[in-house]
């Protein structure tokens, strides 16, 4: 991996960062989702699955993880800022020696991210962007001002980004999608857990992304997950699934 390490990154042995599983981070992957598996429309609109108990559910979710990653294109298509937004929260982080908000994470193939999407705003928190080895030089161009852009491969190695990403000190990654994220963390085994709210209605657009793409995963009828806990948030259902690791996962 290449790639200077970035002020503010996040610091080990935080009381909430959790275990490191063989070398990387604890993995924990969230959605919102449709009954029928659906986290998006296929149209301009934004489909709203939570309500403002869930996002709160989400935010502590966020307040007690070192880093959250996702996609370029839940970049360019959300344009989130994934921070902490409860004050109580931050404050609980920065007494504990943290920053505010975990550092925020992405990949990318062709490195073609804006600088003025929010993802890069908030001075305090680190930003990385891991792309393969052979965009890194026009993202760093691109990007280095407001990143620090890391080369990881090429193709790009979920595996040596989630070890380099311990290295700096994250021991628990929110992975927060979309679809492309989710299918590639699932079918490699590298998620340690799924949190999955489920809202109450259908979409029925195949156009539409759903939680996951088509893929060889290892957790299929015969090597099922962990329901490790049910919950019910407002009118949605909330599903903790932990992934137990399978020989050729
Ligand atoms: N309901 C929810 O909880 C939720 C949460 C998040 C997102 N979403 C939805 O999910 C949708 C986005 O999903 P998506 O599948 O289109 O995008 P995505 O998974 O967010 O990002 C896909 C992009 O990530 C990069 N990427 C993925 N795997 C890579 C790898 N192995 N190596 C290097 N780069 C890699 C590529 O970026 P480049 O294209 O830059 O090469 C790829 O196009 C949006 O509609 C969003 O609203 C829903």
Known sequence: MSGSPQAGSPQAGSPQAGRLAAGRPY?????????????DTASAARLVLSGEEDLDRVDAVRAGCDAILVGAGTIRRDNPRLLVRSLARRDGRVAGGLTA??????????GELDPAARFFADADVAKL????????????RRLGRVATVVAAGDPLDLRGMLADLAARGVARLLVEGGSLVHTQFLASG????LQLAVAPFFVGDPA??????GGDFP???GHRMVLAEVGQIEDMALLRYLLRRHSGS
């Open 27 to 39: 993995v924990l992957l969230s959605a919102a989702m449709s009954v029928d598996g659906y986290i």
């Open 219 to 221: 957790h299929d009828a």
């Open 101 to 110: 908000s975990p550092a925020k994470v992405t990949i990318s193939r062709s």
């Open 190 to 193: 590298l998620a340690d857990e």
């Open 129 to 140: 962007v891991y792309v393969p080895g052979s965009v890194a030089a026009g993202t760093r």
């Open 208 to 213: 539409a992304p759903r939680l996951v793409r």
